[in-house]
Nanobody, 120 residues
Framework: QVQLVESGGGKVQAGGSLRLSCTAS????????VGWFHQAPGKQRELVAA???????NYADSVKGRFTISKDNVKNTVYLQMNSLRPEDTGVYYC??????????????WGQGTQVTVSS
């Protein structure tokens, strides 16, 4: 059974920084493509940063230049460095990793989410 465990959320003032972590556990499972999603209060979950299976990164316009996604393959962990935080960044952040197993079965794992609160 694969689990994604997020950590690193908290409360900061506007302009501050946080680093979120998402670690995958499970027999022989390695994170490949992965994304961080943000769900603001009362709104739909949206993708803010992603790492493709080819190693390229993509960011939502709202976080470009402020957030950085990175991956440590040894630790099987993906990070989201969030700088210059704004009150609108408040919400729950989830990591997600979709893909195909070696036998062609689709998987789509989500973490439990970590709360980020940015005060003005």
């Amino acid at each position: 059974q694969v689990q994604l465990v997020e950590s690193g959320g908290g409360k900061v003032q506007a302009g501050g920084s946080l680093r979120l972590s998402c670690t995958a556990s499970g027999s022989d499972f390695k994170i490949n493509a992965v994304g961080w999603f943000h769900q603001a209060p009362g709104k739909q979950r949206e993708l803010v940063a992603a790492f493709s299976s080819g190693g390229t990164t993509n960011y939502a316009d709202s976080v470009k230049g402020r957030f950085t996604i990175s991956k440590d393959n040894v630790k099987n962990t993906v990070y989201l460095q969030m700088n210059s935080l704004r009150p609108e960044d408040t919400g729950v952040y989830y990591c997600n990793t979709p893909g195909l197993t070696s036998v062609g079965e689709w998987y789509d794992y989500w973490g439990q989410g970590t709360q980020v609160t940015v005060s003005s």
